[in-house]
C-alpha cells in the first residue's frame, strides 16, 4: 500500500487542533506532529496554520481535511463560537493545496466513530451491545459548544451526516428548569441546547440558578466553574448536577429524533466527568420519556475514548477523499 499524507485539523471554538495523518501499511490512521494552538492567541486561521508549519518543521503534505466548528456549505465558513472566518476555495490558493476539504466538526466525531475499534468505545450505560451493522447512531458531545452527528450504517459501512442539533430549543422537563430557562431567555431571548449543555453553559446553568433561588454567587468563566465543583462550592455542583440531568434528557431526545440503536458520547468535557456522569441522573432522564422508557433503557451509551477524536476523524474523512 503507497503511504498518502495530509494534514487533518479540528478547529473550535477554544482550540485549533492540528497534525500530519497517514495510513500505515496496515490500513491504520496514524497521527504525528500533533499541536494545539489557543484560537484567541492566532487573528486567523492562516496564521494558526503557519505556526504550526514552523512546528511541524518539515514541508507539509499538499492535501489538508480540517474539522471546523461550523455549518459547511457554500463558498464562506464562519466559526460558530470563534472569530474565525473564510472562503474555503481562496483559503485554499493562499495557502498552495491540492486539496483543502472541510466538515463539521462533528461529522469529523462521526467519521472518528466509524473507524475506532469497540475497545476504544467503553459503556457508559445500557446493555453492553456493538454498534449495530445496519442501522442509525447518535454521536453528541458537549465543550465549547454542543456538536451532533448522525451516522447512518448500511451492511457495517457508515453514512455520516452533520447536523446543528446543538442549536434546538432546550426542553425544560420540571418546575425548576420553568424558571431556569425563564432566565435564560431573558439573557439570550432563545435558549437553545448548548445554552445549558456545553461548557459555557455549565456556567449560564450555576448563574441562572443562582437568580432563581436568590443567593449569592462568585462570577467564573468556564474553567473556573470546574475548580469550583472541584472545591465543593455547593452552588456549582447543584449546577453541575442539574447539567448532568439536562445532558441525559437531551441525549434521549436526540437518540429518539434520529432513531438510534446506539448513541455515542464525545466531545472535550466527557473524558473528564465520566466517573460523575455514570453516577449522576443522566441515564435516568436519558431514559424517562414516557411509553419509551423501556425502548430507550436498550440503547447502548458509549463514549470516545481516543484523546484526538476530532483529528482523527478529520484524517479519516480526508484520507478516503486523498486516495480516492
Request: hydrophobic fraction near 45%; include cysteine; charged fraction near 20%.
Amino acid at each position: 500500500m503507497s503511504v498518502q499524507e495530509i494534514v487533518a485539523g479540528d478547529i473550535g471554538g477554544t482550540n485549533a487542533r492540528f497534525a500530519l495523518a497517514r495510513r500505515d501499511a496496515n490500513g491504520e490512521i496514524r497521527l504525528s506532529h500533533m499541536v494545539k494552538l489557543k484560537v484567541a492567541s492566532h487573528a486567523s486561521f492562516e496564521s494558526a496554520w503557519a505556526k504550526f508549519a514552523v512546528e511541524a518543521g518539515r514541508p507539509l503534505p499538499s492535501s489538508a481535511c480540517i474539522a471546523v466548528a461550523a455549518p459547511v456549505r457554500g463558498d464562506r465558513i464562519d466559526l460558530t463560537n470563534n472569530p474565525w472566518s473564510f472562503n474555503p476555495p481562496e483559503l485554499q490558493q493562499r495557502l498552495g493545496l491540492d486539496k483543502l476539504l472541510f466538515i463539521n466538526d462533528f461529522a469529523a466525531v462521526g467519521h472518528a466513530v466509524a473507524v475506532l475499534p469497540l475497545a476504544q468505545m467503553p459503556l457508559v450505560a445500557g446493555p453492553d451491545l456493538p454498534l449495530p451493522e445496519n442501522g442509525t447512531v447518535s454521536a453528541l458531545g458537549p465543550g465549547t459548544g454542543l456538536g451532533v452527528a448522525l451516522l447512518h450504517f448500511v451492511d457495517g459501512a457508515a453514512m455520516i451526516l452533520p447536523t446543528e442539533g446543538g442549536h434546538i430549543d432546550f426542553p425544560a422537563l420540571d418546575p425548576l428548569e420553568d424558571r431556569i430557562l425563564g432566565e435564560l431567555r431573558a439573557r439570550f431571548r432563545r435558549a437553545s441546547i448548548e445554552r445549558i449543555v456545553s461548557g459555557p453553559g455549565l456556567v449560564n446553568l450555576y448563574e441562572a440558578l443562582a437568580r432563581v433561588e436568590g443567593k449569592h454567587y462568585r462570577p467564573v468563566d468556564d474553567v473556573q466553574i470546574w475548580q469550583e465543583i472541584t472545591e465543593g462550592n455547593v452552588l456549582a455542583r447543584t449546577a453541575f448536577d442539574r447539567w448532568c440531568m439536562s445532558f441525559g434528557s437531551v441525549a434521549g431526545d436526540l437518540a429518539l429524533a434520529h432513531g438510534a440503536a446506539s448513541v455515542v458520547l464525545g466531545g472535550g468535557i466527557v473524558p473528564r466527568i465520566v466517573a460523575e456522569l455514570m453516577q449522576s441522573g443522566f441515564h435516568a432522564r436519558f431514559t424517562a420519556k414516557g411509553r419509551f422508557a423501556t425502548h430507550m433503557a436498550g440503547i447502548p451509551i458509549r463514549r470516545i475514548d481516543h484523546p484526538e477524536p476530532g483529528l482523527l476523524g478529520a484524517a479519516a474523512a480526508g484520507l478516503r477523499v486523498a486516495t480516492a
